[in-house]
């Protein structure tokens, strides 16, 4: 794969045109907090988040939608319950579940780039324990556009959608996917996808 382009986000908001790609390490909220800071340029956009399911989310979307603010803290709380076992700490996927209400505030869509069939449970319950997660973890690091491997599978909510929900887009997730990311959707619709920050690991 190419050098991939990548952009300091500066102005008030970005092209509605525009699909932005936020490397996340997964090992701090480095990327939410700045990508939270930054989310109102892309109002009335779409924000697509890794980890979390699309039915989760759709509590959410209901929950917003109504009038009582304690409907939107429970829909909050089921989605922190729906991912407490992916691996990473309270810290980092409670940075990520905030990033929803900050996209309410800028009117943004929101969706779920995974999908529970091609969780790692749905991979071990198929295959069973070792063969499941290495299948699992092949599954998540493959770089062919074949519509199965994690980020193609992305690429296929996104292209879809995009003709949906118009406004610039904003996918955060992790940073081994950005690269083919990149590549799938200039090849498949000739759209220039580039990364939001130029560093994704936040200096120390």
């Known amino acids: 794969m190419g050098c991939c382009p990548s952009a300091a986000v500066s102005g008030d908001s970005l092209a509605p045109d525009a699909i932005f790609y936020v490397r996340d390490d997964h090992a701090s909220t480095f990327q939410q907090v700045r990508l939270a800071r930054d989310l109102h340029k892309a109002a009335g956009g779409t924000l697509w988040l890794e980890f979390i399911y699309e039915d989760v989310l759709e509590e ?70 070792t063969l499941g997660g290495m299948r699992y973890l092949a599954n998540r690091a493959s770089h062919l556009d074949d519509h199965e491997g994690a980020t193609s599978r992305w690429c296929d909510k996104i292209v879809q959608t995009r003709s949906q929900q118009p406004g610039p887009i904003v996918v955060l997730g992790g940073a081994e996917h950005g690269p083919a990311l990149i590549e799938f959707m200039k090849a498949r619709i000739n759209v220039e996808v580039r990364f939001m920050y130029a560093d994704f690991r936040q200096e120390r």
């Open 60 to 129: 959410v979307r209901k929950a917003f939608a109504s009038s009582s603010t304690e409907d939107d803290d429970e829909a909050l709380a089921a989605v922190l319950r729906s991912i407490e076992h992916n691996g990473w700490s309270v810290e980092f996927n409670e940075s990520l579940v905030n990033l929803l209400s900050v996209a309410r505030k800028y009117r943004m869509n929101f969706h779920a780039l995974d999908d529970p069939e091609w969780s790692k449970d749905a991979f071990i319950a198929k295959y069973g324990s």
